[in-house]
């Protein structure tokens, strides 16, 4: 599973949410955590940072609910 982050400069949501998403997911070889400045993404536009998409459909923007992301993440 791939979950990409987008970011922006002096965003200090988005540090809070790279941080937990790190910490949460890190040691889970399944699940692919990449982060990327607004700047550098080239799927659809977002205005909107931090914004998580998961397998690259948009899952939230701000931070994150990571009960409701492992419930995703884990199918249900």
Not at 11 to 37: A, D, G, Q
Not at 61 to 68: F, S, W
């Amino acid at each position: 599973m791939d979950l990409t982050l987008i970011i922006s400069d002096n965003c200090e949501t988005c540090e809070r949410v790279n941080k937990t998403l790190n910490e949460k997911f890190s040691y889970n070889s399944s699940i692919n955590l990449r982060t990327v400045h607004k700047e550098e993404y080239t799927g659809k536009t977002i205005s909107i940072t931090p914004a998580l998409l998961v397998d690259g459909m948009l899952f939230c923007y701000g931070d994150v609910d990571t009960d409701k992301l492992l419930k995703k993440l884990n199918g249900d």
